[in-house]
């Protein structure tokens, strides 16, 4: 397995740990594991902004390009379409 792919599966466990994170948090009415799992889901996000920036770093990620004005103003005028 090469360098590449080991990073790319790595951001996808920790997106999938975020998401995770996520449900947890949202589900639970325990105010001390909510505290502990709001921690533990910051650390897993530190860990996910290093492994994206050694990633694009390393050219194994090329974000999308950079939506113009005129396609966010659609964006937003379907989205306030009421």
Do not use: W
């Not at 996808?12 to 995770?20: A, C, D, P, S, T």
């Not at 009415?29 to 770093?57: G, P, T, V």
């Not at 113009?68 to 989205?79: C, G, N, P, R, Y």
Request: charged residues 35%; contains cysteine.
């Amino acid at each position: 397995m090469d360098e590449k792919t080991m990073v790319a599966d790595a951001l996808v466990g920790i997106n999938g740990e975020l998401k995770m994170f996520g449900d947890m948090i949202a589900q639970t009415e325990n105010k001390e594991l909510k505290q502990c799992l709001k921690q533990m889901r910051n650390q897993c996000e530190m860990s996910q902004e290093k492994m994206y920036e050694a990633a694009r770093e390393r050219s194994y990620y090329v974000p999308a390009e950079k939506a113009s004005q005129e396609e966010i103003d659609h964006v937003k005028s379907i989205l306030n379409y009421k």
